[in-house]
């Protein structure tokens, strides 16, 4: 039995599927009463989430009973797995799907702590106690932790005893150097052998190497490491060098928690010309625990700055958020600002927690408008051809476009191809190859000429339609030549045409010296680009076959008497011209008879002899 007959919603949740990201996420699936009845983890939300509804093995009860009731799917984008794994954690957490508890165990996952306390321990915990001390993490790896916490201790000798170091007890020599100190694991702040702000240093740079903010670590490193080299002591300074490239080895980061955050609602919105999209996650106790994206229409060109303060509002009604500190990336609409603490940040935790917010609201953005292609095919092509026209200056929308591209190997075998697009898609029953017939020699501009003279007169003499533009793959010369065939046609003033260079992606008009600029992201760049790469790709795989074709005409099929056949045989048997040279007549009487073979072994003794 498939998963596909088992859920009522299966067309809907189809259409779902096939807008997913290929990226790491966590999914929510939701019943028809808006209920979260699972959630799940993503290496890649398109495949793992599809699996559920396209696999055909038998599944066992609980997933048919789930897969049965989802109505509805949602995804946060996360830039790691572990990101999605900490997630996931989070969420599950705090909404207690049905289903999750029935499919999997819940968790606590450990933290990296610096105590609080003289001379800091560090060490691994489950539980978080509320004394003072930091905590970083979790860790959905305990591999990763401790890879971390093997990199610290092997960076700085921490202490590892429970002893109360104040500078009392030390002083009253309470206590006396372990193990640890003998084997270089320690510096003995017990005895006063470390001084107490040389290790809260070490602890300022083990706090950055933790959160990933290695620069600063390794900056101090490479100055210490010159001191010690311009004291001559060069075993001292090659200790701190294996000590960078280890750190430079590792980076450990997480955009999903943070320790030091706590009851914030982080918003940031994308937009165009027709809506906005504004994402809002949820931060409490330094974990997301709540995600949502509203698309609002615009109807009298809004500003981003009106149209996010609209969102917020909403957004934090709906969830009944009572966080007094919001993180937005723009100045807010607002005036009253006293009961808000509003913060726009450009580093650290919560600029990556603004990063993540934009990032889910595109794919949000992205996920509708594929959707919406889903659905309507053509609306997707309608408004990049209307796009397309206005940025051309073009009367009529170009449905039918063809695009040209030459080649030539060092002035021979030229070749020319055409592609057709049809509705802002490739249209390959009408393309086409050319052999040019007219022009000697490595003449681009002539073989364009040629070309597109004999493409239109031929459909001039059928009576087929005719394309709505033209692109030439080149620049204002090439653009000439196309121009001249359509005059010799009177097809000027009926299609229009322009020209593509490569250089810097310019775009020619015919009597216009100055080249048009679209923008690098636009659609219409992306278009045309889309066609000069496919005439090119179209037109070299016909000009490496004639190429190949006359490389072994003028080898082989020069020698009197052997023809293209028999020059196919013996390259398919000996490979290279050069194996040829090299075998005696029996070898090739065995693969073309004695007298062809007598001819072809004649003719390259009598070369070798010249």
Known sequence: MTTQHLNKNIDILSLIIKTLPEKPGIYQYFDDKGAIIYIGKAKNLKKRVSSYFMKTHDMNNRIKVLVKKISDIKFIVVDTEMDALLLENNLIKKYQPRYNVLLKDDKTYPWICIKNEVFPRIFSTRTRLKDGSEYFGPYASLKTMNTILGLIHQLYPLRTCKHLLSSENIAAKKFKVCLNYHIGKCKGPCEGFQKRIDYDSDIDSIRNIIKGHTGSVIAKLKEQMMGYADKMEFEKAQLLKEKIEIIKKHQSKSTVVSPVINNIDVFSIVSDEKAAFVNFLKVVNGAIIQSDTMELKKKLDESD???????????????????????????????????????????????????????????????????????????????????????????????????????????????????????????????????????????????MEEVIYRRYKRLLEENLPLPQLIVVDGGKGQLGSALKSLEKLNLRSVISIIGIAKRLEEIYFPGDSIPLYLDKTSESLKLIQHLRDEAHRFGITHHRNKRDKGTLKTELTSIKGIGLKTANELLQKFRSIKRIKEVMPDDLAKEIGNAKAQIVFDYFQKKRNE
């Open 305 to 447: 700055s009106k149209l996010l303060t609209l969102a917020i509002t909403e957004l934090r009604r709906k969830y009944n958020s009572d966080s007094t500190e919001i993180i937005v990336p723009i100045e807010l609409d607002i005036t009253e600002t006293s009961l808000l603490n509003i913060a726009i940040p450009q580093i650290g935790d919560k600029k990556h927690l603004l990063d993540l917010s934009e990032k889910n609201a595109k794919y949000f953005r992205l996920d509708k408008q594929k959707r919406r292609e889903l659905i309507d095919p053509e609306r997707h092509s309608k408004r990049i051809l209307n796009t397309l026209k206005k940025d051309l200056r073009m009367s009529v929308i170009p449905e039918r476009i063809e695009c040209f591209d030459n080649s030539n190997f060092q002035g021979d075998y030229p070749v020319a191809a055409m592609v057709q697009f049809r509705k802002a898609k490739p249209y390959k029953k009408e393309y086409r190859h050319y052999n040019i017939k007219t022009v000697v020699g490595p003449d681009d501009y002539a073989s």
